[in-house]
């Protein structure tokens, strides 16, 4: 099976701007969760779909969202960008979410804010 | 807060040594799962121990878990140059439900060097 893919690999933006990431699971996953990576607040939850609900959310302000698709494809939104969401955004799939899965990740997406 | 809790942050060993990592965490746990990253690449899933393992192997990786210490080892023997890595150290989210929420630790560099 293929991997967890996401687009684009690389992006930079200016501050005030929005952006939209993508993530394709593995086929047959139907959880998407994803992730912030920064130096110094380290792999941070964002949020996690399943069957196009959000059923999870991390501590992030309303700027970030998401959404999934009826084929478990998902978007994450950024909107008025701020130097500090310069990070690396990671999705991961499983089946079904549950706490005993193996998540797999994706390459991520790195997002710089100038 | 990160429920995970490595040491040593950083760790630097030559090929054919053996690395050990650690991880503590703070509440009751399903599960824990040790993730492999390459220079802020994606995550690679390498083992996942549940709550009633004590010790799991895979290949060259050996992963103990002490519930009753809260805390988890990984040990890679033989390293290789090609080991070169961050480690990081995973538990699903009890407080949220769990859903795909993994509470990251703040990971282990490790360097192994020719």
């Known amino acids: 099976k293929a991997g967890v893919t996401q687009t684009p690999r690389y992006l930079i933006k200016t501050r005030g701007q929005q952006v939209t990431l993508s993530c394709s699971p593995i086929?047959?996953?139907?959880?998407v969760s994803w992730y912030q990576q920064t130096p110094g607040q380290g792999l941070q939850f964002l949020f996690e779909?399943?069957?196009?609900?959000?059923?999870n959310k991390g501590n992030f302000p309303g700027r970030f969202s998401g959404r999934q698709f009826s084929n478990s494809r998902s978007e994450m939104n950024v909107s008025t960008l701020e130097l500090g969401d310069s990070a690396l955004y990671l999705c991961?799939?499983?089946?079904?979410?549950?706490?005993?899965?193996?998540?797999?990740f994706g390459p991520g997406t790195r997002l710089l804010v100038l | 807060s990160q429920q995970g809790e490595e040491d040593p942050q950083a760790l630097s060993i030559q090929e054919g040594e053996n690395a050990t990592m650690n991880c503590s965490y703070k509440?009751?746990?399903?599960?824990l799962q040790w993730y492999r990253q390459n220079s802020g690449r994606g995550l690679v899933h390498l083992i996942l121990?549940?709550?009633?393992?004590r010790e799991k192997h895979s290949g060259r990786l050996r992963v103990t878990l002490d519930t009753s210490k809260k805390s988890s080892s990984l040990l890679i023997t033989a390293s290789r140059a090609a080991d070169t890595a961050s480690y990081f150290c995973?538990?699903?989210?009890?407080?949220?439900?769990?859903?795909?929420?993994?509470?990251f630790g703040a990971g282990t560099r490790l360097a192994v060097h020719p």
């Open positions: 779909y399943f069957s196009e609900t959000q059923r």
């Open positions: 991961a799939s499983s089946p079904t979410g549950a706490p005993q899965e193996t998540q797999y």
């Open positions: 086929s047959g996953h139907r959880s």
């Open positions: 121990i549940r709550s009633n393992e």
């Open positions: 995973a538990t699903p989210d009890s407080i949220s439900g769990g859903y795909n929420k993994l509470i």
């Open positions: 509440t009751s746990i399903n599960n």
